[in-house]
């Protein structure tokens, strides 16, 4: 099955600063690979994704890119605020024919800005 | 716009009991939706996948007849934990497809289980 690492587990930056999580995935049939956000108590909210057929994907603050030879693929947050402070997890899926899939979660980043 | 809810949004019960746990799609049609179990501090793990009107898909090592899964109609699925224990404590989340063919999930707002 499909095997999803993500780092750093923690990120702290002062507000106004980039962050940038990464994650790569094993199975090369995924093709579907969102970013949710996290806030303590609640449930993921997707803040953006990705499909295998486009290399990079950009919404105001927020841009995803894919390397789909290398597996891997990165958030990045430009100019953060302190209420970005939230856990992020990267997530990839495959299409099957026979319906969805569940997604694979990566294992979360804790990020906090400091004002 | 579409929205997925669960409730309770937490409960206390006592170990042996059971305790049900309600997802529902609001304003969309969902024949499938998934499971996930958080525990602190991790992240979401697939527990099972609920299926309308067929039996539900059990990841390996979840218990099928612990963890019971009832898919009843097209916009709710029920989760019963059954003779709970404090290990079963944790956050439960579930999902379900955009609709039209989308690959997109909403998630609900998760249960709180906490078992005494």
């Known amino acids: 099955g499909e095997n999803v690492e993500q780092h750093p587990s923690t990120l702290s930056v002062q507000e106004g600063d980039s962050a940038v999580i990464k994650c790569t995935y094993s199975d090369s049939a995924s093709n579907y690979f969102p970013w949710y956000k996290q806030e303590l108590g609640k449930g993921p909210q997707l803040i953006i994704d990705i499909r295998s057929n486009v290399g990079e994907k950009k919404d105001q603050r927020i841009a995803v890119t894919l390397n789909k030879t290398a597996k891997h693929f990165s958030l990045h947050i430009t100019e953060t605020q302190p209420e970005d402070s939230a856990v992020y997890f990267c997530a990839a899926s495959r299409e099957e024919d026979t319906g969805r899939r569940a997604l694979t979660f990566g294992s979360g980043t804790r990020l906090q800005v400091q004002p | 716009g579409a929205v997925v809810s669960q409730h309770p949004s937490w409960v206390i019960c006592k170990s042996g009991t059971s305790v049900k746990i309600e997802c529902r799609s609001l304003d969309f049609q969902a024949t499938t939706m998934f499971w996930y179990r958080q525990f602190p501090k991790q992240s979401l793990m697939l527990m099972a996948t609920s299926n309308e009107g067929s039996k539900a898909t059990y990841e390996q090592g979840v218990e099928k007849d612990k963890f019971l899964i009832n898919h009843a109609s097209l916009t709710l699925s029920t989760l019963t934990v059954t003779s709970a224990h404090p290990e079963d404590s944790s956050f439960y989340i579930c999902?379900?497809?955009?609709?039209?063919?989308?690959?997109?999930?909403?998630f609900g707002p998760g249960t709180r289980l906490t078992v005494t």
């Open positions: 999902s379900a497809p955009k609709p039209q063919g989308s690959r997109e999930q909403y």
